[in-house]
Structure formats: structure tokens, C-alpha cells
């Protein structure tokens, strides 16, 4: 079975550097996603407050995933990598599940 979720390692980096600037120490990243956007879903990512019970937890690089349950039919295979451009950064997901993306890159659909 594949694994639901990787990372890069500029992903990785990003996310441990994160991690160490939060005050509320937090147990990793959360990441789901919801309906919205102009392609019909679109992801999201928070800090991870604690464990929900049925939570998949993938541990890639020294780095903890919480994959809400409902997201993970979703993200099976995607690969989260961290692009940093001359104006803006921001994280990526390289989802093999998309049919089609909006142009802005911000929302997809399966």
C-alpha cells in the first residue's frame, strides 16, 4: 500500500523550522482537506494540537503528518514539497488523485 503522504526534503526542513518557532509546541502538522475553492476542493494545513483517534500518522524525515481520515481517499501518493520563489513561498502538493487544478494552484478536483 502506498504510503498516504511524503515529503520532500525542502518540505521537511520548512516544517521542522516551523515547528521550532512555535510557542504552544505542538506534535506535528495537520493536513486535510476541505470543499471550496474554484476546482471544488482545496487543501489545508495547521499545527497539530494533539491526536485524533482515527488520525493516519505518517513520520517522514524526522517530521510528524496527521492526515485527517476524511482527506486520505484524497492524498494517497501525494508528495508535499516546499517551493520558495523570488516573491512568495508557500507548501506544494504533488497529487497524482487530481483530475484537473484551478489556476491558481490552490484548489483541485479527484
Do not use: H, W
Not at 516551523?18 to 495547521?46: F, T, W
Not at 482527506?71 to 504533488?94: H, N, P, Q, R, W
Amino acid at each position: 500500500m502506498k504510503q498516504v503522504i511524503t515529503l520532500s526534503n525542502s518540505a521537511a526542513s520548512k516544517i521542522k523550522e516551523i515547528m521550532s518557532k512555535d510557542q504552544n509546541k505542538s506534535l506535528g502538522v495537520r493536513v486535510g482537506v476541505k470543499s471550496g475553492g474554484c476546482a471544488g476542493m482545496s487543501y489545508i494545513m495547521e499545527y497539530a494540537k494533539e491526536i485524533n483517534p482515527n488520525d493516519e500518522i505518517i513520520e517522514d524525515k524526522g517530521v510528524k503528518v496527521f492526515v485527517d481520515p476524511s482527506a486520505i481517499i484524497y492524498l494517497i501518493g501525494t508528495e508535499m514539497d516546499y517551493k520558495k520563489e523570488e516573491f512568495s513561498s508557500t507548501f506544494v502538493f504533488k497529487n497524482p488523485n487530481e483530475t484537473e487544478r484551478c489556476g491558481c494552484g490552490e484548489s483541485f478536483k479527484i
